[in-house]
């Protein structure tokens, strides 16, 4: 596909990236520099919290309402499909939970020290909470999930922020 796409010889793509594992590997690396550094950029600014994280979880609400596109998030799919067979796939799954879960934690850090949080709340348990929010509102997306179904999940997620 790939080379009927790009125009491109078959032997060329090849030589660039030499098989199909570094090509895909290039692939994330792009995707995460040119789609999850920007989208999650603003929950690991100094002064992120609480309205960056609602930012965040609405923003995935609202791509749940272009219905239709079915595409979700590489990376998201990828962890799904390919992380617990492919070790180099692994290693890139695994550093976007962390980035996810150290962004939430920063952003929840912050709003703790503020005094916008329940001093109660386990903030790793939280930013736990919310990766796993993301990726199952990514897999909704994904699998095509009802606009109405998505902004429910999104809606609740956010809501746990204000108890």
């Known amino acids: 596909?790939?080379?009927?796409?790009?125009g491109v010889n078959r032997y060329s793509l090849y030589a660039e990236f030499g098989d199909?594992?570094?090509?895909?590997?290039?692939?994330?690396a792009r995707y995460n520099e040119a789609v999850i550094e920007p989208?999650?950029?603003?929950?690991?600014?100094?002064?992120?919290?609480?309205?960056?994280?609602?930012?965040?979880?609405?923003?995935y609400g609202s791509d749940g309402q272009r219905?239709?596109?079915?595409?979700?998030?590489l990376l998201c799919n990828t962890a799904v499909?390919?992380?617990a067979l492919d070790p180099g796939v692994r290693r890139h799954v695994d550093?976007?939970?962390?980035?996810?879960?150290?962004?939430?934690?920063?952003?929840l850090d912050n709003a703790h020290r503020a005094g916008d949080l329940n001093p109660a709340?386990?903030?790793?348990?939280?930013?736990?909470?919310?990766?796993?929010?993301?990726?199952?509102?990514?897999?909704?997306?994904?699998?095509?999930?009802?606009?109405?179904l998505v902004q429910?999940?999104?809606?609740?997620?956010?809501?746990v922020l204000d108890c």
């Open 20 to 28: 199909k594992q570094t090509l895909f590997d290039a692939a994330l």
């Open 95 to 107: 550093a976007y939970f962390e980035r996810l879960t150290l962004a939430f934690r920063h952003a």
């Open 121 to 148: 709340v386990d903030l790793d348990e939280l930013s736990a909470f919310f990766t796993m929010s993301l990726i199952g509102v990514a897999a909704m997306i994904r699998a095509e999930a009802s606009p109405a």
């Open 39 to 59: 989208r999650f950029a603003p929950l690991e600014d100094p002064d992120a919290g609480l309205e960056q994280i609602r930012d965040v979880v609405e923003f």
């Open 67 to 73: 219905r239709g596109t079915g595409r979700g998030c």
């Open 81 to 83: 499909e390919r992380a």
């Open 152 to 159: 429910a999940a999104c809606t609740v997620a956010t809501s």
């Open 1 to 6: 596909m790939l080379v009927e796409r790009l």
